[in-house]
């Protein structure tokens, strides 16, 4: 700062009264001073406002990975829908690993977020003490949690994997299976494989025609080993329903390599609607739900959330349950 107001001719207080758009700066003066800013490079910190103001300009969001195209949108949307307000975002990835989550809960709290965004209902004690100690507006997404912590935007994966069973039953299918991941790190996943679980002891259909594949995410070639598994132990199995669109994917193409007829031989049906689902022959059956959609409904929560704080006032909890929708397409 003091070498701005050198280059500008002015003090340093002046500088800061100019960055800080006050009103006691003539305009001549203040572009002065931001010529002389942009000719350095300089950046006002602004930590010492924030420890005074509480305002930050930052929110957090963590989700699981960041190559997971429901994920990117969903950050997609949430930063579409703070643009203008003065916020910016700050991602983080955890790997689908709740300690990972709680380490960086703690990291992004001492850096003073207004808002903080999860994924998912489930975390460690710590995270979820720290969170609700943190005295700033905090939303789940991405699930129903039985308990929340504040705000929630999302749906019930369990609810969406049985409704694609009984889909699949309406369409004759009769020994439905399931690939998933091999651990519950992804909490959304247990959830769908509990409503897959649910939806065929419900229908009276052959239990047990499930195969874990691996640690989550689940890849494409780790669906290619598992619908391997399932149709040489249960050759039986008529259809299978799979934890994402990437295993369905990898589902599909062994299927094609081994030149067995898709949905003459197997049935094959993901979860989450990526662009490979719309794109890949024949074209997946999959559950969607609207990514961008779930992101500016938590930024638009977060921007209620935060005014309501500035004003010393508490918006209270809100759930929004989002829709998700069967899309029937050829591999069924």
């Given at each position: ?13 002046t ?27 300089y ?30 949108d969903?950050?997609?949307g949430?930063g579409?829908?703070l ?27 001492r ?19 720290l ?25 019930s ?32 996943g ?6 897959y ?9 052959p ?9 989550p ?10 619908v ?25 193409s ?23 689902s ?9 559950v969607?739900v ?9 930024g ?8 309501a ?9 809100e ?14």
């Amino acid at each position: 700062m003091a070498d701005v107001a050198r280059r500008a001719g002015v003090s340093a207080m002046t500088v800061s009264r100019a960055l800080k758009g006050a009103g006691t700066v003539s305009d001549l003066t203040r572009r002065r001073i931001l010529r002389a800013v942009d000719d350095l490079g300089y950046v006002l910190d602004r930590t010492a406002g924030t420890l005074s103001s509480r305002r930050s300009g930052f929110v957090a969001v963590l989700i699981p990975s960041l190559n997971n195209s429901n994920f990117s949108d969903t950050a997609g949307g949430i930063g579409r829908r703070l643009e203008g307000s003065g916020l910016e975002m700050l991602l983080g990835a955890t790997g689908y690993d709740r300690g990972r989550e709680e380490d960086l809960i703690a990291a992004l709290l001492r850096r003073r977020p207004e808002g903080m965004v999860v994924t998912g209902g489930s975390h460690t004690e710590r995270a979820r003490l720290l969170l609700g100690a943190a005295g700033i507006p905090v939303v789940e997404m991405w699930d129903l949690p039985p308990e929340p912590i504040g705000h929630v935007v999302g749906f019930s994966n369990a609810a969406a994997a049985a409704a694609l069973v009984h889909h699949l039953h309406a369409r004759g299918y009769r020994a439905i299976g399931y690939i998933g991941g091999s651990t519950d790190r992804d909490t959304r996943g247990s959830d769908r494989r509990r409503g897959y679980e649910r939806a065929v002891r419900d229908l009276g259909l052959p239990q047990g025609l499930t195969v874990a594949c691996g640690s989550p995410p689940i890849a494409m070639d780790q669906g290619s080993e598992a619908v391997v598994r399932l149709l040489e132990r249960s050759p039986e199995t008529d259809a299978v329903v799979c934890v994402s669109d990437l295993s369905a994917f990898g589902a599909l193409s062994e299927c094609q390599r081994r030149g067995w007829s898709v949905p003459g031989r197997l049935a094959i049906a993901g979860f989450g609607d990526f662009e490979l689902s719309r794109s890949c022959h024949p074209r997946l059956t999959t559950v969607s739900v609207d990514a961008p959609a779930i992101g500016d409904g938590v930024g638009d929560l977060l921007l209620r959330a935060i005014a309501a704080g500035r004003a010393d006032a508490v918006l209270a909890p809100e759930t929004r349950r989002m829709p998700f929708a069967i899309l029937q397409r050829e591999t069924t």
